[in-house]
C-alpha cells in the first residue's frame, strides 16, 4: 500500500490489500488471546520435526491465501489463478499467469515482494521479531541448515542484513545503468530471491543491456549462494571460499555447460559464437540458480541447449540459499560417492576409504547417513518429478518433453516456461504445478512430514471426541 500514493488512480486500489492485511492483524491478536488461555502442550506432540513442519505449513497456506486475495478482492484473477500467482510468488517460481503489462505498479510491486519475503523464508522473519525457544527448530526445518553467529538468534539477524544490504546494492547497480527506480527495487528483490517475476513481459531482455544482464548474473549468483559462504565473502575469506566444494563444483558446471550451450545456439540460431556465450552464460545462470529471466524466448533454443537447461533446472542452487532444485551439494555428493564406489572397485581390497567435502564452517566426513539421506532425498525427488510430469502431460494433452521441461521448470522453482502455463491452461495442469512449486521450495519431507502431523493430530481429536461420547449417558444430547 506504500507505493500507491506515488502512481496516479491506484489510491482506489488499496482495498484490495487493506481487506487482507487486517483479516491477517486481526486473525493474529485473535491466536494470540486464545494462544495465551488455552494449554500449549496438544501443538508440541509428536516429534519436534513433525511440530515443527506442521506450523511451517500452517504459516506458507496462510500465505498463499493471503497473497492471492489482493488479485481475487480486485478482479484481476479469478480464484484459481490469484491462488496460482501467489503460490508461485512465494515459493520463487516465477511462473505467471497475468499480463504483466496491464498490471498496476502495486500488483507488480505486491508480486516482487512475496518472492523476495518467499526467499527470505518466514521463519527467518519470525525469528527477527518474536523470541522462543522453538524458532530454532523452525528455523532449521524451513531450509536453513548453516549457523553463522555464536547464538542461534544471531542467524536469522545475520541473514535479514546480508539480504538488506544486496537489495539496496542491487538497487543502486540497476538504477546506475539506466533502470528506473521501481523496476530497480522490484528486478533486485526478483534476482536475489531466485525468483523471476519482471516488471515488462520480455524480462531483462526488454532492456536490451549487456550492464543490466551482468548485475542481473551477479544478483542471480549471490540469491544461489549458501549464505555461510555469502557471510564469509563479507570477512573477506576468499581462500576458505575458495576451498568449499559446493561453490568448487558451482563453477565446474558454468564452465562445462556455458561453452556446450553456446556452441549448440550459435550453430542452430545462427549468431556468433561471441553472442551465443552471453546468451549461454545468461541462460545457464538464470536456469541453475532456478531465476528464470530470461534474454530471449526459450523456445527458439534447440534441443541440446534445452536439455542442459533442463538438467541444471534439476541440480539447483546451494543449501541454504533461496535456490531450488535437488541442490549443488546433493549433486556433487553423488558425483563424489559413485566415483569412491568405482575407485573401491579398482583398488586393492585393503584399501581404507575416509572421504570427506568441504563446507564452509569446514570439512565434513562423507559417512553412511550422509549417503542415506542424499539418496533418500534425490530418489523422492525424482519419483515425485515423474508423476508429476505424467500427470502435467495428462491434464495438458502436450507431448510428455513439453510436460516434464515446465514440470521441471516449476518443481525446480525456476519459472522458465515453453507455453503451457498461463491464464488459459487447464485446472488440472494448475493444480500440479502448484503442488511441484510448494513441494519443491519446502523439499519435499517438510510437506509430507506437515500432512502427518495434520493427520495424526486430527485423528487425535476425533478419538477424543468418540470416546467422550462413548462415555455419555444412554439417551444423552450433546
Not at 492483524?25 to 511440530?51: F, K, M, N, T, Y
Not at 522490484?186 to 525468483?195: E, K, R
Not at 512449486?437 to 493427520?455: D, N
Amino acid at each position: 500500500m506504500i507505493v500507491a500514493p506515488f502512481y496516479a488512480g491506484e489510491a482506489a486500489l488499496v482495498p484490495a490489500f487493506a481487506i487482507p492485511s487486517a483479516a491477517s492483524v486481526a486473525l493474529g491478536a485473535a491466536i494470540c488471546a486464545l494462544a495465551g488461555r488455552g494449554d500449549r502442550r496438544e501443538a508440541h506432540r509428536g516429534s519436534p520435526a513433525q511440530a515443527g513442519s506442521l506450523t511451517i505449513l500452517i504459516a506458507w497456506c496462510y500465505a498463499i491465501l493471503a497473497g492471492a486475495a489482493p488479485f481475487w478482492i480486485g478482479g484481476r484473477l479469478n480464484g484459481l489463478l490469484a491462488a496460482f500467482e501467489s503460490v508461485s510468488g512465494w515459493t520463487t517460481t516465477g511462473l505467471t499467469v497475468v499480463e504483466i503489462e496491464a498490471l498496476p505498479k502495486i500488483y507488480l510491486f505486491h508480486r516482487a515482494f512475496m518472492q523476495y519475503c518467499g526467499g527470505l523464508g518466514f521463519m527467518i522473519m519470525i525469528a527477527m521479531i518474536v523470541s522462543g525457544k522453538h524458532n530454532v527448530s523452525l528455523y532449521n526445518a524451513e531450509g536453513h541448515p548453516d549457523r553463522l553467529g555464536p547464538s542461534p538468534m544471531r542467524t536469522p539477524q545475520i541473514i535479514f542484513s546480508l539480504y538488506g544490504f544486496y537489495l539496496i546494492a542491487g538497487s543502486a547497480a540497476y538504477r546506475a545503468f539506466g533502470m528506473g527506480w521501481f523496476d530497480a527495487v522490484c528486478h533486485t528483490m526478483s534476482a536475489l530471491s531466485t525468483a523471476g517475476f519482471s516488471t515488462r513481459a520480455g524480462s531483462i531482455g526488454s532492456y536490451g543491456s549487456r550492464a543490466i544482464e551482468a548485475v542481473t548474473v551477479a544478483l542471480m549468483l549471490i540469491g544461489s549462494t549458501n549464505f555461510a559462504i555469502l557471510f564469509l565473502l563479507v570477512k573477506r575469506r576468499f581462500r576458505q571460499i575458495a576451498r568449499v566444494s559446493e561453490f568448487r563444483f558451482m563453477l565446474l558446471l558454468i564452465a562445462v555447460t556455458v561453452p556446450l550451450a553456446a556452441i549448440a545456439l550459435a550453430a542452430s540460431l545462427g549468431m556468433g559464437y561471441g553472442e551465443g556465450l552471453m546468451e549461454a552464460l545468461f541462460g545457464v545462470v538464470t536456469t541453475f540458480t532456478t531465476t528464470g529471466y530470461s534474454t530471449m524466448t526459450y523456445a527458439l533454443w534447440p534441443p541440446f541447449a534445452l536439455g542442459i537447461v533442463m538438467l541444471l533446472m534439476i541440480i539447483g542452487g546451494s543449501v541454504g540459499s533461496t535456490a531450488g532444485g535437488i541442490k549443488l551439494s546433493r549433486a556433487y555428493l553423488i558425483g563424489r560417492i559413485a566415483k569412491e564406489s568405482v575407485a573401491g572397485r579398482l583398488a586393492p581390497a585393503r584399501r581404507v576409504a575416509s572421504p570427506t567435502y568441504r563446507r564452509a564452517q569446514g570439512e565434513q566426513p562423507i559417512d553412511s547417513k550422509l549417503i542415506l539421506d542424499t539418496f533418500g532425498f534425490v530418489a523422492c525427488y525424482m519419483g515425485v518429478y515423474i508423476v508429476g510430469s505424467l500427470l502435467l502431460t495428462l491434464t495438458s494433452g502436450r507431448p510428455l518433453f513439453d510436460a516434464m521441461f515446465e514440470f521441471s521448470s516449476a518443481f525446480g522453482t525456476v519459472g522458465i516456461s515453453n507455453g503451457l502455463t498461463g491464464a488459459g491452461a487447464s485446472a488440472g495442469s494448475l493444480i500440479v504445478l502448484m503442488a511441484g512449486m510448494l513441494l519443491g521450495r519446502l523439499e519435499i519431507f517438510l510437506v509430507f512430514y506437515g500432512l502427518y502431523a495434520a493427520y495424526k493430530a486430527a485423528a487425535r481429536r476425533i478419538g477424543g471426541i468418540a470416546a467422550k461420547l462413548k462415555g455419555m449417558p444412554k439417551g444423552a444430547t450433546r
